[in-house]
């Protein structure tokens, strides 16, 4: 399977607790992304790296979340302190960057965290 | 900041016909992209078709296409011969020529009934 993969595909932690995402990228992708979705909306960006930097931050990544990417190959997603307010679908997408015309997106099937 | 709506909910179709999926975006920006995904069930995000936005030129992808209306900043999904395995959330999404995020609006559950 050459494709976007994500590990766990689900957790379930308790409010306060630390949590780690991990995101496998397309091997010749360069872009590297994540997405948080919640239930009946579209996903949200939170951060993107180029290579092993990271390009931006949404204002949606509070402190309690920080994300690497290190070497530039698979990058992990943690939140500190969880809140029930963040339990979501974390999402991955890869992509190669084009020096012309758009790139696609390739996406993971998700982490979905829920915080008890 | 770039903001995408997409006004239906939720939409049904009978299998074989054609259904049409709306979507509307803000933006200042003159060069931007347009996509369409797909999001099955329990399954993964897909990408159904893309425009760009200094293309005239309706973007088709065998029974996908779509009505792109930049004044009017109108970029709406047609599916032809409506299959069962079309049921899905499906999301329009924006983004800028010079970043690589994309903005996503909230999607449209369609479902496509035998």
């Known amino acids: 399977d050459t494709g976007v993969s994500q590990d766990p595909r689900h957790k379930i932690t308790k409010r306060g607790q630390n949590v780690t995402f991990r995101c496998d990228p397309i091997?010749?992708?360069?872009?590297l992304y994540w997405y948080r979705q919640t239930l009946g909306q579209g996903p949200e960006f939170l951060t993107y790296?180029?290579?092993?930097?990271?390009?931006?931050k949404s204002r949606l990544l509070s402190d309690r979340f920080s994300a690497e990417r290190p070497k530039g190959s698979f990058s992990t997603l943690e939140i500190q302190r969880t809140e029930q307010g963040d339990s979501a679908m974390y999402l991955c997408?890869?992509?190669?960057?084009?020096?012309?015309?758009?790139?696609?997106?390739?996406f993971g099937p998700g982490t979905r965290l829920l915080v008890l | 900041a770039q903001t995408v709506t997409q006004s239906q909910p939720e939409m049904s179709v009978q299998e074989a016909e054609t259904v049409t999926l709306s979507c509307t975006y803000d933006?200042?920006?003159?060069?931007?992209?347009l996509f369409w995904y797909k999001q099955p069930p329990s399954r993964q995000m897909i990408l159904v078709i893309r425009?760009?936005?200094?293309?005239?030129q309706n973007a088709t992808e065998n029974r996908f296409s779509v009505n792109f209306q930049k004044a009017a900043k109108s970029f709406s999904l047609k599916i032809s011969d409506s299959q069962l395995g079309d049921t899905a959330m499906y999301f329009c999404?924006?983004?800028?020529?010079?970043?690589?995020?994309?903005?996503f609006g909230d999607g449209t559950t369609l479902t496509v009934k035998p």
């Open positions: 091997s010749e992708h360069n872009r």
């Open positions: 933006t200042s920006e003159n060069n931007y992209y």
């Open positions: 790296f180029q290579n092993e930097a990271q390009l931006e």
């Open positions: 999404a924006f983004m800028n020529t010079n970043a690589g995020k994309s903005t």
């Open positions: 997408a890869s992509s190669r960057r084009q020096v012309v015309g758009p790139e696609t997106q390739y």
């Open positions: 425009q760009e936005a200094y293309k005239q």
